[in-house]
T-cell receptor
Framework: AQSVTQLGSHVSVSEGALVLLRCNYS??????LFWYVQYPNQGLQLLLK??????LVKGINGFEAEFKKSETSFHLTKPSAHMSDAAEYFC?????????FGAGTRLTVKP | DAGVTQSPTHLIKTRGQQVTLRCSPK?????VSWYQQALGQGPQFIFQ???????QRGNFPDRFSGHQFPNYSSELNVNALLLGDSALYLC??????????????FGPGTRLTVL
């Protein structure tokens, strides 16, 4: 069975500060990993995905994530937070059929 | 290029009723998945349809059923509604290609409220 665990249901940062959202995965086979963002009353938008090509994955809006097999982690980072980054972020893993999501991390950006 | 569309946007039903939600996949996509997202939680996988058949199912009761049409659009039906079925129902579409990680594109969702 595959699953992801997001550490921290809420993260608060100041505008311009580093954003770090944590995700650990469990999978019996090499995983496909994703980060999605959800703004209020909207669906999910893909930020980036890992499909075994490169361990450092760059996504939209300045986000990136690094796949670390030894730590079973896929943490999401952004060097400088912007007010528009405030949203709910979900880490997900798939085996090409169903996609399993974490519980989500709500990011708050303070001015 | 239209993305994934869902209808209706909002729906209010009472306990015991039945509901049908609809989804049109992104152009060129052939696989549709449905998710339930309760308030404050991550999406939970309900089932996936490919070639008009249910290919995989999550841990949901038989009250949840679906259908995929030849044009790849899909319906989610929920019978005997319970208060706990109140949630945002998300449809996602993807293209069946091995090795791509099957990136899923999500619709805006249907907000179902059961009173």
């Amino acid at each position: 069975a595959q699953s992801v665990t997001q550490l921290g249901s809420h993260v608060s940062v100041s505008e311009g500060a580093l954003v770090l959202l944590r995700c650990n995965y469990s999978s019996s086979v090499p995983p496909y990993l994703f980060w999605y963002v959800q703004y209020p009353n909207q669906g999910l938008q893909l930020l980036l995905k890992y499909t075994s090509a490169a361990t450092l994955v760059k996504g939209i809006n300045g986000f990136e994530a690094e796949f670390k097999k030894s730590e079973t982690s896929f943490h999401l980072t952004k060097p400088s937070a912007h007010m528009s980054d405030a949203a709910e972020y979900f880490c997900a893993v798939t085996n090409n059929n169903d996609m399993r999501f974490g519980a989500g991390t709500r990011l708050t950006v303070k001015p | 290029d239209a993305g994934v569309t869902q209808s209706p946007t909002h729906l209010i039903k009472t306990r015991g009723q039945q509901v049908t939600l609809r989804c049109s996949p992104k152009s060129g996509h052939d696989t549709v998945s449905w998710y339930q997202q309760a308030l404050g939680q991550g999406p939970q996988f309900i089932f996936q349809y490919y070639e008009e058949e249910e290919r995989q199912r999550g841990n949901f009761p038989d009250r949840f059923s679906g259908h995929q049409f030849p044009n790849y659009s899909s319906e989610l039906n929920v019978n005997a509604l319970l208060l706990g079925d109140s949630a945002l129902y998300l449809c996602a579409s993807s293209l069946e290609l091995a090795g791509t990680g099957n990136e899923q594109f999500f619709g805006p969702g249907t907000r179902l409220t059961v009173l």
